[in-house]
C-alpha cells in the first residue's frame, strides 16, 4: 500500500492534506501517454507530472473538484470529478497557424466554480505585470484590492479590501499569519514579488482554521517552492526615481527528497527628488537586504513533507525636507526629517503526514517565531515597536463515514510580546503581552455535483479579549452550467494596535490623545465584526468568445471598534471606543472577456457605503472612494520555436471623490475642501521574451501626470501647528518610468 502512494511534491501549505487518492492517465488523441503533463487542482498547489506511461496518482482536496491537466502543445483541459474511479484524460493537439503553435494558456488570475469559499487566485503571471517590487505593489492589476499611499512622506502603500483597511484583512505566508502587529505598516514591502509563486484572496470570512482576526478578508501568498526553483534566477531592477532593485535565487537538489533554495533581495534609492516642489522628498531614500533560505524536503513513499524557513530582514528610511541631514538634523528643528530603521527574522516550519494505510486521514504542524525590531522618528515624534511572535497549529484531517463528509479540526497557539514605546504630545510605555490557546473544528460536505458547504467554529481564550467563539459559514450552489451562487457568514475578533497600524498620521502636528481607559489595550475594548455577503459567478462564450461576468455583495457590521477619529479637530487624533454604528458595505461588479487567444479585457466596478459614528456624527469614511472604476488590457503575441514573445499589459483606474477629514478651523491657506476630487491614473508594461530564459521589460506608472495638489499641508513649516502629511487620496508625484530584466537558468 505504502509504494502505491504519491504525495504531490507541491506543498499544500495550510495542511489540509489529501483525503483520498485519485488516479488516472494522460494520453494524446492516439493513445499514447504523455510524459510529463501537469495534472493539478484549480486554484491550488496541489499537482504532480504523469510518468513515463502517463500515470498519475494525486491527492484529492476538500477545497475543489476541478481537476486541470495540461501539457505543452494540446489544448488544457479542466474535468470535474464526481466520482473515485480510474480516469484517463485524452489530450488534444492545438491547431496551427503558419507553423506556429498555439497553446492555452492559462488565465493568470482565476476564479473556481467548485469552492465553498470565494478565493480568487493571483498566479505568478499576473504579478510579473507589475514589475516592482514587492506585495503592497502587487495589487494593482487586480480589481478586488485597493491601493493607495498612506502619506505623502513616508512613500509607504497601504492596501484596502471591501473597503476596510490592511488591518481587518488577515495575511498570512502559506497559511501562518505574518503581517501583523507591529509589521503592520511596511510589512508588505518586506516581501518581495519575485518570491511569491502566486495569491489566493478570500473576500468575507474565511477559515476558522487560520484563526480568528480576520474581518474583511485573508490574503495568503504561496513562496516559490524549492522542488520547483530554477538553479538560477536574477532580476534588475531600475526606475527614473532613483530606485534600483536586485532580485536573485539560487536552488539545488541535494535528492529526490531534499531541495534548497535561497532567495535574495536588495534595493537602494540614494538620490533626492522633489518633482512637486514642497521642499519634501517625493519618496524616502533608504536601503533594504532581504535573504531567504528555504528547505524542502518530500517522502512521497511514507507520507512526509516539511518545509522550513529561514529569513533575515533589514530595512533603513530616510524621508523629510530635502535639505534634511540625519547627522545633524535629527531630533531637532533644523529641517523635518524621518528615519525608520526596521531589523526582522523569522523562522518557521511545515510538517505533513499522510497516513499510509488511511490515505484520507492526515496531520499538520505548523510553527512560526518572528522577532520585529522598528526604531523610528517623525520629525520630533518617536515611535519604537519591538514585538516577539510564537504561533503554532497542528490540525487533523479526515473524514465520516465517506468523502463527501470531511473535517478538520485542531489547536492552535499564539504568543506575542510588544515592547513599545511612544514620546509624542505624551510619553508612555505601552508595552504588554498577548496571549492565547484555541481550538477548532470545521465541517465540509459536498455533494460532488453541485453543491458544497463549509460551517466551522472555533473557541479562544486570550488573557485581554478573554474566551469567545468565532462561527463561520460558507455555501456553495452551481445552478446551472459555468455559474456558481456562494454565501457566506463569519465573526471575526482582533486587538486593534492603534500606533502600530496609524503610523502615517505621525507625520503631523497633530496631537494624540485615548479617550477611554478602562478597556485592556491601550484603555479601548476589543473589535468585533460581522461579515456576511453574497457572489455570484457566471462564465460563458459571447459570439464564441471566452467570457466571465461576477457580483458580489459583502455587508461588515462592527459591534466593538477602536474608532480613529480625523475629525474632532484637524490638531487632534482621538481613538476611542464606537459609541453607535460602523459598517462598510461594498459592492463590486466585474466582467472580463478574450475577444481572440492571448488577449485580455477586464473591467470592473466598485461602490462603497463605509460610515462610523465619530465623536462629531455619524460621517463617511475619509479617504476612501464611495465609486472606482478598473480596466485592463493585456495582450501576447504567439510564442515562437525559440520562445520569443512580446506582451503588453495596460492597466486604468478611476476613483471618485472622497471624503476629506475636516480643516474648517485651520486658517485659510491651510484649509481644504471637504471631498477631493476624482481621478484617474493609467499603468502600462511592455515585456520582450527573447527566449525561454532571457526577457526585459519597461513600463510607466501614472502616465497621465495626475498629481495631488497641496499634498502636505504648511510644508513652509512643518513645526507648525497645523503641519499634516497624511490626507493622502491620490498620487503626490508625477510620472514614473522603469526598466529592468529577467534571466534564468533551467
Known sequence: MQNKIIISLL???????????????????????????NVFWENTSIGTTADTKGLFSLSKTPTTNALVISFIGFETQVVNITTNDFITIQLKETKTLNELEITKIRKSTENSLYSAINVQKMGHKELLKAACCNLSESFSTNPSIDVNFSDAVTGNKQIKMLGLTSPYILMAEENIPSVRGASQAYGLSFIPGTWVESIQITKGAGSVINGYESISGQINYELLKPFQGEPFFLNLYGSMDSRYELNTHFTQQFSDQLSSSVFIHGNTRNVKNDNNNDGFLDNPLGKQINILNRWQYNNAEKGWVSFLNLRYLRDDKNSGQVNFNPDVDRLTTNFWGSEITTERFEISNKTGYVFPDEPYKSIGFQNSFQA????????????????????????????????????????????????????????????????SIGTFFEYTYDNLDNFSLVVGTRIDNHNRLGTFITPRLHLRYNPWHDAVIRASAGRGKRAANIFAENQSLFASSRNFSILNNDGK??????????????????????????SEFVLDYYRTDFQQRAVVDLDYSPQQVVFHNLNGASFANSFQAEFSIMPFTHFNIKTAYKYYDVQTEYLTGKLEQPLQAKHRFFANVAYETHILDKGQQWKFDFTYNWLGKQRLPTTQTNPSQYRLANYSSAFATLNAQITRTFSSTFEVYIGGENIGNYKQKNAIIQAENPFGTYFDSSMIYGPVFGQMYYAGLRFKIK
Not at 485519485?22 to 488523441?29: F, P
Open 11 to 37: 506543498f499544500f501549505s495550510n495542511f489540509i492534506f489529501s483525503q483520498e487518492l485519485l488516479k488516472g492517465k494522460v494520453v494524446d488523441e492516439d493513445n499514447l501517454p504523455l510524459y510529463g503533463a
Open 521 to 546: 489595550i491601550y484603555g479601548l475594548d476589543a473589535e468585533i465584526a460581522w461579515n456576511y455577503g453574497m457572489s455570484f459567478i457566471q462564465k460563458f462564450k459571447l459570439w464564441n468568445m471566452e
Open 372 to 435: 520585529h525590531k522598528q526604531d523610528s522618528y517623525f520629525g520630533l515624534n518617536q515611535y519604537n515597536i519591538h514585538q516577539k511572535s510564537y504561533y503554532s497549529n497542528l490540525i487533523y484531517n479526515s473524514i465520516i463515514s465517506n468523502t463527501k463528509n470531511k473535517f478538520a479540526t485542531g489547536i492552535n497557539f499564539s504568543y506575542d510580546a510588544y515592547d513599545e514605546f511612544v514620546a509624542f504630545n505624551f510619553v508612555q510605555d505601552f508595552s504588554r503581552i498577548d496571549n
